[in-house]
């Protein structure tokens, strides 16, 4: 009962980033199954099972913000399911040893690439030119999906940042549609794992869990998708991604007991220290911001 709650506020915390910055939810909530013991292919099932509900809310609550672009959902979706439903079969078809160490640097991959893009990048956003066209979200969509199926997570990281990179969509969104679309992807990956793994493979309670608290977070993170410091907020999620798998894959590797407690302490200290630096920036910035709309008094 205790693990249930601990992953329904895990689910919370995973889709209230996910929300908010159109990525982690499952990156985060697969880290954290795996590093709690869970086989890949079992917690990538669970993960997506309770996308299925949690990417429903939230794509919901982003229409109601004005915060989708049907337009790019409609093109996404298709290539998004084929790509999911592919990932998913391959997955559950590895040793669940060779898959751990494979979906852990995934996960480091996608971790320490949404710390560069919340931290390096300041958590920039182009300005709006013109909508995506088809010959890049199809592809795009294809590959995010496998991703996402086979790493547990990687359709936000993928989609969302190439949308906001690609500056043909306005950033909120490109949040919104990416976490609408992301219903048929979850849909598709599920459908893989079922079929693969058959319904006694699948960690129902688990699923059911990260769903109720994916569900209670969607809609506060359609609307602070307006109000959030992206920078902030993406740096401390992509730190946690870092940190869990980076400690997973020295275990596997055979690192001793004392070189993988040095290591976590290392990555830690330098997580709270970057969290530390974006919380300065955003306030550096606020004051810069501040200043600048403050009229200029006129001498008498």
Known sequence: MRKLLVLGFVGLLAQLVDGSLGMAYGVTSSTLLLAAGIAPAAASAAVHFSEIGTSLVSGISHQKFGNVDWRTVGILAVPGFVGAFAGATFLANLDGAAAKPMVAGILLALGLYVIYRFLVLGGQRPTFRSRPSAGMLAPMGL??????????????????????????LEPRKVVGSIDTSEFVVAVG?????????????????????????GVIAAPFAAW????????????????????????????????????????????????????VWAVRQERALRRAEAAVDQPTAVPA
């Open 189 to 213: 990956g599920s459908l893989g794992f079922l079929v693969a793994l058959g319904s006694q493979g699948i960690l129902w309670g688990y699923a059911g869990a990260l769903l109720v608290g």
């Open 143 to 168: 590959v995010g999906g496998a991703l996402d199926a086979v790493g547990g997570g990687g359709w936000g990281p993928v989609g969302t940042t190439t949308l906001l990179s690609s500056g043909r």
């Open 224 to 275: 602070l998708v307006k109000h959030l410091a992206a920078r902030v907020l993406g740096v401390a999620a992509g730190g946690l991604i870092v940190l869990t798998n980076s400690k997973t894959i020295a275990e596997v590797l055979g690192a001793p007991g004392v070189g993988v407690a040095a290591l976590a302490a290392t990555v830690a200290v330098a997580w709270v220290a970057l969290i």
